[in-house]
């Protein structure tokens, strides 16, 4: 298949099927920034009330970085990767005086990489670099990479960046997106692409235990509770992992915080 034709035909479908979310019913970097974050790894169907009751909590940069984080935490709920929540205010503090518009700037920040760098820049403000996620992807080894095997996202994002609607590439990635989502749903990468990798089972996970104790605080009177009280917490849960480990890992990436024999958010 041409590029042209290719072009065609997904901007064809995309006008029949374009999925309305709110993120793109902006052009407001901030609000662009928050939907990003918040759909990394998570699905948009869990993101979509969340995101609404997230900017009318914060609805600005200014707003979110001058916040308490068990209020941040409290309003996140839900969403599981507590770190991303952290990694959006210290964003957010940066970002009251001047949004950058430039991929390799944006990758500056806190919790931002190079996909979310050009996601943003793209949909903020029409930067025509091209990038991956898994629906993106999934639609260039439909069509380019049918009969080949272990295809590295370089060989991807040549044909990608030939490929991007140079008129409106904001438009063009949100039609790669829901045809890979939609019209592609079915269609496994395994195998054909060396980015690959089966997410792993949350229940029952290290993850899922470090998300039990933010949760445990964020319901305990001031957000604190004894490390007794939380090692108790985590028995009862059935946890095989040390609660020595877990509240650890937690204090590492600065969720929680150690007051005496206890821990706060």
Known sequence: MTIPSFQRHILAWHRKNRR??????????????????MLQQTQVSR??????????AFPTP?????????KLLSVWKGLGYWRRARYLKETAFLLQEEFPKIPAQLELLPGIGPYTARALACFAFQHQEAFLDTNIRRVYLHFFFANTTNVSDKEILTIAQKAVWKRNPRE???????????ELKDK???KRSRHYAKQSKFEGSFRSFRTKVVRFLLDQPNQTASSMKIARMLRDAETLY???????????????????KSYSL
Do not use: C, M
């Open 20 to 37: 309305d979310l709110p993120w793109r019913n902006t052009k407001d970097p901030y609000k662009i920034l928050v939907s990003e974050i």
């Open 47 to 56: 993101v979509l009330p969340k995101y609404e009751e997230f900017l009318r």
């Open 62 to 70: 200014k707003a979110l970085a001058k916040t308490a984080d068990a």
């Open 172 to 182: 063009w990635h949100y039609a790669l997106f829901d045809y890979g989502a939609i």
């Open 188 to 190: 496994s990468i395994n």
């Open 242 to 260: 040390s609660p020595g480990n877990i509240v650890q890992s937690l204090l590492k990436d600065g969720l929680i915080k150690k007051k005496g």
